[in-house]
Structure formats: C-alpha cells, structure tokens
Nanobody
Framework: VQLVESGGGLVQPGGSLRLSCTAS????????VRWFRQPPGQERELVAT????????DYADSVKGRFTISRDNDKKTAYLQMNSLAPDDTAMYLC?????????WGQGTQVTVSS
C-alpha cells in the first residue's frame, strides 16, 4: 500500500502548481481523498476533499476559488490544481485516502511560494 505525492516545488506569488497523489496496493476508487497541508511549525490543515464514488468536493475557505481537487480512478491518482498561489500557501502538502477503517498517507511534497 502506497500513496506518493509529486508536483511540489518553488513558485512565485501568483503562480500555479498541480500536485498529484498516486496510489498503489488498494482499491483507490473506493476511497475518499483529502489534501492536507502543514506549514513549518504549524498544525496540519485540511485543504480539500473529494469523495468516492460521487466525486463531491469541498474546500477550506482559505483556498476556495483558487484550488481544485480532482481524481482519475483509472490512473489511481488524485490531483490538486493550485492557482494564484501566495506565500501563505507555503507548506508540506500531504494526501490521505480513507475508506471505512482504512486510512493511508503519503510522505508529502513541499510547496514554497516566494519571489
């Protein structure tokens, strides 16, 4: 069982990034997927959710209108499209897949927004 995030990096304010979360070893299509972020020295924050099987999405107020969560079950991958990035978005971004009592986490991908 594995979740692997990718797509992070250094971006200037106002820029965009697309994060990916790729699953293996479990039936991804059954699982709700959530993106969290954790800035240095701060608590982990829920950023976005996409449910299974309906694909219902929900966002933290701080990212509404800027971030979009999506999923491709055939590719066992969830995405987080991040636009209009600001320095406050700097954090380690982690994905979580959850179904019933099963919950899996990736190692995270760092996003740094700086000029």
């Amino acid at each position: 069982v594995q979740l692997v995030e990718s797509g992070g990096g250094l971006v200037q304010p106002g820029g965009s990034l697309r994060l990916s979360c790729t699953a293996s070893g479990f039936t991804f299509a059954r699982y709700d997927v959530r993106w969290f972020r954790q800035p240095p020295g701060q608590e982990r924050e829920l950023v976005a959710t996409i449910t299974a099987p309906s694909g219902f999405t929900d966002y933290a107020d701080s990212v509404k209108g800027r971030f979009t969560i999506s999923r491709d079950n055939d590719k066992k991958t969830a995405y987080l499209q991040m636009n209009s990035l600001a320095p406050d978005d700097t954090a380690m971004y982690l994905c979580n897949a959850n179904w019933l009592a099963n919950s899996y986490w990736g190692q995270g991908t760092q996003v740094t927004v700086s000029s």
